[in-house]
């Protein structure tokens, strides 16, 4: 329906239905979105902190499910517990948002750390998981040929993981990418706004406009589409790969 309405003329949009229009109007509604609904800006926004985010998810997180899962300690044991209630413990944006706010974060460092942290949890579950089914001999193995831990983990476990990383940054990239309350808090100027955002203030401003609104969302949720279209045979892979054992 979104896809259909946006090639619609302003009357036809409004019906919200899926009948084919009765003219195309591909080129003017797609242009004026484009001129006025701030899409690229919105787009190179998002992508630079979608990237950053997921980047500093998976090298966190896979070093941290690592050394979680192997040192059993009650150190460990307890910094388990806490992953597994930020699982079910939602982040309060508004505390969050004051403590950036007393140490003067930048803004869009300030939505950066806060979405990591957000889907942090989830992220080391994950690893951890498949963590589990890689034998401990290869790690006394890599010891006994003189690897130290740094080596250990990113010259052999890390490669191992593979279908766990493509699995979290197809997961952790839709999450970022689609973010919307976190944004609108921290990113509170329009340099600054991701994609979702711009949906969200061209709609204000043309909120009768449907086929122009269509037209925006369609292009907004095109990349990400594109990238779970490309991707999404790892995600079962990579999510059940750990689940027989452990």
Known sequence: MVVINSFKDRKEAAMMNIKLPSSWHVLENYKEMFIEGGILRGFLNSMGITVICVLLLVLLCSAM?????????????????????????????????????????????????????????????????FIKSIPLEIDESAWLDGAGQVQLFFRIIFPLLQPATITAIIINFMAVWNDFGISIYFLNSARNYTLPLTIYNFFGNHSSDWQLVFANVVLSTLPVAIVYLILQKYIISGMTAGAVKG
Do not use: D, E, W
Not at 85 to 112: E, M, S
């Open 65 to 129: 499910a690592f050394v979680l899962q192997r040192k059993k300690s009650l150190f460990s044991k307890a910094i388990n517990m806490v992953v597994i209630f930020g699982l079910v413990l939602p982040v309060q944006i508004i505390p969050t948002y004051f403590v950036c706010n007393f140490f003067h974060l930048p803004h869009v460092l300030a939505a950066v750390l806060v979405l990591v942290v957000a889907n942090m949890s989830f992220t080391v579950f994950l690893y951890t998981g």
